[in-house]
């Protein structure tokens, strides 16, 4: 009887633990049955290098929109990213205990908070700001950049201070030994050692901005053209799905998923390096 | 005087992977006395006290040869009954594992695991298992506060009250003093000398003086062999073995 | 030579101390923004009546309640499974393939944006399943986002636990299935909830996802069937459409202010539960 009751619990945790892989499942099987036959019907070449955005008059083309990702992701890695790393080895390296005790919380906080205070702080504050001083809309792919910048900080920050942190102390101790100083150990020693982490670190980040979208939404402009410079407003995937599905419906629903259906693949690919950079470690 | 052994090992080997920690070993363990097997570190002391009750099943990779009866009965044969053997045979770790909850609770734990619900059995269990190893007086008014706020040697005691409230037959103690002031271990060395009478008790004492003190018998054990046994008092004045004498007399690490 | 590696320490240290003190004064000046704006909305009517007027005017009391079940649902559905799969991963099996499918599984999951969240639990739990635009499809939705956050603070958690209190389990006479709810959960207890608290936040942050899938309802929800408007969704509602910045300042502070309260109250949370277990 007992026996048999430990059998069971054992297949009964396995179950439960497969329900990770059945959702994942589940939500590729469900978005790729709606949105495959709308591509299929455009044409997949015509689909991702469309240029032209009309539900109305059945045109789906999301090119300007991939265009406007990739760049809005681009500009939060170039602002965000060295601004992360400096963070992770101010926490890892500088930081004195108790800066450090106040500092951790407040990237945890950072995180914490809505995406779409986010997008609203930047409405008020980097909109104006950028319309002002450097002229355009205002609402731009730096507008966008800046918020997502902002936004993949406490994904970077984290992942590259425990992977700096997981350093053997004698790596450290061993280069300061030979008078380097501290900074010359972290950029010649700590970094090249945490590098993979450091990269899979990046990789999550954009994978978080690429995803993002009710903070975006609210200061890229939105609109379907390809933009000439960073200060052009753009539309993503993200806020492609996020505007339009209130009111879409029929084939122009099933495009959105199919918009879906990009985003999803270009994050596990993303997901999967990742990944596979630090199974490597 | 003869005594009746309550547990018998027989041939028994034991391997972590390639490496043999157990070579051959044959020891008879009375009934109602106290076992103390004693000597230098990695001797494959603790490897034994594991292996009688069979917590050493935990470990990947291990594997034994020859026999443990325990009144006549293998324990290895295959229709053994794991928890009902570790009922029957309670262990001690050296270091004091109070888990993270009341008093009561640590103590509670065996018989509620075995199927005890009733409050009143509970508590007359538990306040038996406290009384039997000297705890009670102690924390009787505070059964319910975190059993993480006793101190060491009250925590070591308390982890004898959880093994005792199994109503165990044989109790093992694994360097049980090891962490513990003076004035605990003599305590706990108290309670162990009365407990005695009901149990039978195989300690690995940390130190020699701690098995010349409380054992009817000791057995020296070195490199997974087994040296040399016998009644506390002869060992310990007339040892046989160079190997003893030379561990008792303080010649080895 | 010398000197240049000095000069470079200080620029660089400089650059990194500038780096830091940059994000401390954006997070501050965002929150501080917020709640200078906002708290003076925070009356007591404006938290007990529901929206009128589209938001204009009136209160967020359906958005609060709305808010406290899509979370329920999803923190009462996920906790279990979240648990149970770390369960396996530590307890029941060993590295190989198994585990590795449900990593990778579960890691995926963390990465998916929510708005493909919201795109999966519109079709699926609201047309699919026919559950409409409801707490029940928005839980659920979430249920499923917040699922590997509470499955890696668990593992995490379990994995901390001193192997010799599973080994004190199995001397007191534990089945597998005894020494793990009996000795190893109670000690993995303030990891597990700092896996739940930190998903609490999730939720009620959360926007794209629950606005696909439990709706924008300005009523009192009267089921788990009803459709809902968060507290995250009628802020963005309120911003972006300009219906009302002061209702938007207001319910955004009090956004803000529940999340300082999680990630405060799960601090002091673990700490008592600390000095309590151990």
């Known amino acids: ?281 | 005087m003869i005594q009746k052994s309550k547990m018998e090992i027989k041939e028994l080997s034991f391997y972590y992977q390639q490496k043999q920690v157990i070579k051959g070993l044959n020891l008879e363990i009375p009934e109602n006395r106290i076992l103390a097997v004693f000597g230098p570190a990695n001797s494959g002391i603790t490897t034994l006290l594991r292996t009688l009750n069979r917590l050493s099943d935990l470990i990947v990779g291990v594997r034994q040869e020859g026999e443990i009866l325990l009144d006549g009965k293998n324990i290895f044969d295959p229709d053994i009954n794991m928890t009902e053997l570790r009922r029957r045979v309670g262990m001690v770790f050296d270091v004091p594992t109070s888990l993270p909850m009341s008093i009561f609770d640590n103590v509670a734990l065996g018989p509620r695991m075995g199927g005890m619900k009733a409050k009143r059995d509970l508590a007359e269990k538990v306040e038996k298992a406290l009384r039997m190893s000297a705890l009670w007086d102690e924390v009787k008014d505070r059964l319910n506060t975190p059993a993480a706020r006793l101190s060491g040697g009250q925590q070591q005691r308390l982890c004898i009250a959880r093994v005792l409230a199994l109503e165990p037959e044989v109790i093992l103690l694994d360097r049980p003093c090891s962490a513990l002031d003076p004035i605990s271990t003599a305590k706990i060395e108290e309670s162990l000398m009365q407990l005695k009478e009901q149990y039978t008790i195989i300690i690995a004492p940390h130190t020699v003086q701690q098995a010349g003190r409380i054992a009817d018998r000791v057995a020296f054990m070195l490199m997974g062999d087994l040296i040399e046994q016998g009644y506390t008092k002869e060992v310990f004045a007339f040892p046989k073995d160079n190997r003893t004498n030379d561990y008792l007399t303080g010649r080895f690490g | 030579m010398k000197i240049n590696a000095r000069a470079s320490q200080k620029i660089a240290k400089f650059l990194i101390w500038t780096a830091a003190l940059l994000v401390i004064v954006v997070l501050f000046s965002i929150i501080i923004h917020i709640l200078v704006k906002g708290i003076p909305m925070l009356r007591w009517q404006f938290l007990t009546d529901i929206p009128r007027d589209m938001g204009r005017s009136g209160g967020i009391a359906s958005s609060i309640v709305g808010t406290l079940f899509v979370t329920a649902v999803a923190v009462i559905v996920a906790t279990p499974f979240g648990i149970g799969t770390a369960i396996y991963l530590t307890e029941y099996t060993r590295e190989g393939r198994v585990t590795r499918i449900i990593r990778f599984s579960a890691e995926s999951l963390a990465g998916i944006p929510s708005i493909v969240y919201g795109l999966f639990g519109f079709i699926f739990f609201v047309i699919y399943l026919g559950m409409g635009w409801s707490i029940l499809s928005g839980g659920l939705t979430m249920a499923i986002m917040i699922l590997p956050t509470i499955i890696r603070t668990s593992e995490e958690a379990i994995r901390t636990v001193p192997q010799l209190y599973r080994e004190v389990g199995f001397s007191l006479g534990a089945t597998k299935w005894q020494a793990i709810i009996r000795t190893v959960l109670p000690s993995a207890i303030p990891g597990i909830v700092n896996g739940v608290i930190l998903s609490i936040g999730r939720c009620v942050a959360e926007t794209a996802a629950v606005i696909l899938t439990a709706g924008s309802a300005l009523r009192m929800p009267a089921s788990l069937l009803s459709p809902t408007r968060t507290m995250a969704v009628h802020f963005y509602i309120l911003a972006r459409e300009g219906i009302s910045m002061d209702n938007a300042y207001g319910t955004a502070a009090l956004l803000i202010i529940l999340i300082l309260l999680i990630n405060v109250g799960f601090n002091m949370l673990v700490n008592r539960f600390i000095a309590k277990g151990r």
């Open chain 1, 1 to 281: 009887m007992k026996g048999f009751k430990e059998k069971l619990s054992k297949h009964v945790f396995l179950l439960i633990a497969l329900s990770t892989l059945s959702v994942l499942a589940l939500i590729t099987v469900f978005i790729f049955i709606k949105g495959v036959p709308i591509i299929a019907e455009v044409g997949i070449i015509n689909f991702v290098f469309g240029m032209k955005w009309a539900p109305s008059q059945g045109a789906y083309g999301i090119f300007p929109m991939i265009v406007g990702s990739v760049s809005v992701t681009l500009g939060a890695a170039i602002l965000g990213v060295p601004i992360a790393i400096c963070c992770s080895i101010f926490l890892a390296e500088f930081a004195p205990a108790k800066l450090r005790n106040i500092f951790r919380p407040s990237i945890q906080l950072l995180a914490a908070i809505p995406s779409v205070v986010y997008g609203f702080w930047g409405v008020l504050f980097v909109v104006p700001m950028i319309r002002n001083y450097l002229g355009g809309p205002g609402l731009s792919i730096l507008a966008g950049s800046i918020i997502l910048g902002i936004m993949i900080l406490p994904t970077i920050i984290s992942i590259t201070e425990v992977s700096l942190l997981a350093l053997p102390r004698h790596y450290k101790d061993g280069a300061l030994a030979l008078g380097l100083t501290h900074w010359q150990t972290i950029r010649s020693l700590l970094l090249p050692a945490a590098n993979s982490g450091i990269v899979a670190a990046i990789i999550l980040g954009l994978g978080r901005a690429i995803g993002e979208t009710m903070a975006v939404i609210m200061v890229l402009g939105n609109a379907v053209a390809l933009p000439e410079s960073v200060l052009d407003p753009v539309r993503t995937l993200t806020t492609n799905i996020g505007i339009e599905m209130g009111y879409a419906s029929g084939e122009h629903q099933q495009a959105l998923f199919a918009t879906g259906i990009v985003l999803f693949v270009i994050i596990m690919i993303l997901n999967a390096t990742a990944q596979y950079i630090t199974r490597k470690r």
